[in-house]
């Protein structure tokens, strides 16, 4: 069985599509389609159900698919062992960052990691922190810096790079945009616009409200905390944000005596190795942390 096969027949169940990944493995769509082909053959089954333009995994599909991520993790997991011994900074690291994170944070030590270590091939996949976390405990992805979670799932390990405080905002139109401190009472009177009830951040402001008799009223969710400043701005409702946000479109409030705080860092498997190349995106995150 070999693992090129195994790769082809993981990205196709991942991603619902042939075609989709044809591109994520930079390889035609007949070559991902004869990989699968030729992996069925070989188990005499059929691991996909093909509906129309449609496919869904078949029972035998479902069936393989841990055990051919976990193979496909041990394979990588030997080839980094192997070539870390050696003690060179190279290979392929596969991390995973949050859009934010990536647009407010990682510039730097990237720019610094890639030109003190041209020899790695960086492969960073931008994903909500709580997928992050879950592809870092599944071996999908080495490395994930991200927000980090309350608590610390099991298998696990966290490390906070940077405090990230975070601010209630309003539009500058917002009757509450000019009116000084305000009570948490009177800020929930107002309808908000919120990251998604599953995120950590949302989380965070949950914890803070819990002991209020009043509700949070949520107009609109979405994950993109860009996306959340501009509604803000549009006078949509009010936001939690990080104070890296604040600019001259929104207003910050004070809330009674809340002052949220995320924090963000790295997040590994406690039972997996980190290569050479993790390590060192780790130590020039903690660099730049400390500058």
Not at 75 to 84: I, N
Not at 168 to 180: E, I, K, M
Request: glycine share 6%; hydrophobic share 45%.
């Amino acid at each position: 069985m070999e693992l090129a096969a195994l790769q082809a027949f993981v990205e196709v169940a991942d991603r619902g599509s042939f075609s989709e990944a044809a591109e994520a493995l930079y390889l035609t769509q007949p070559a991902i389609s004869k990989r699968v082909a030729q992996l069925e053959t070989e188990l005499d089954t059929r691991l996909f159900d093909r509906i129309g333009r449609r496919i869904a995994l078949a029972p035998a599909g479902a069936a393989l698919l841990p055990h051919a991520r976990r193979l496909l993790n041990d394979a990588r997991e030997l080839k980094r062992l192997v070539g870390d011994l050696s003690g060179d900074v190279s290979g392929r690291l596969v991390m995973g960052t949050s859009h934010h994170i990536g647009l407010h944070r990682l510039p730097g030590p990237l720019k610094r990691f890639t030109a003190t270590w041209p020899g790695v091939e960086l492969d960073i996949r931008f994903m909500d922190s709580e997928a992050a976390c879950r592809a870092v405990e599944s071996g999908d992805l080495e490395l994930a810096i991200v927000t980090l979670p309350p608590e610390r799932p099991t298998n696990l390990d966290l490390e906070t790079i940077w405090d990230d405080p975070l601010v209630f905002v309003v539009g500058p139109d917002h009757p509450l945009a000019d009116r000084g401190p305000v009570t948490l009472s009177e800020l929930l009177k107002h309808g908000a616009v919120l990251p998604g009830p599953t995120t950590y951040t949302r989380a965070i402001l949950e914890a803070a409200v819990r002991d209020s008799p009043d509700k949070l009223r949520v107009a609109m969710a979405t994950n993109y905390l860009e996306t959340l400043q501009m509604l803000v701005a549009a006078g949509l409702g009010w936001s939690l944000l990080p104070a890296t946000q604040l600019d001259d479109s929104v207003r910050a409030i004070e809330v009674g005596d809340l002052r949220p705080l995320r924090r963000l860092g790295t997040v590994t498997h406690c039972k997996r190795s980190l290569s050479n190349a993790g390590r060192e995106m780790i130590r020039m995150c903690r660099e730049s942390a400390a500058t």
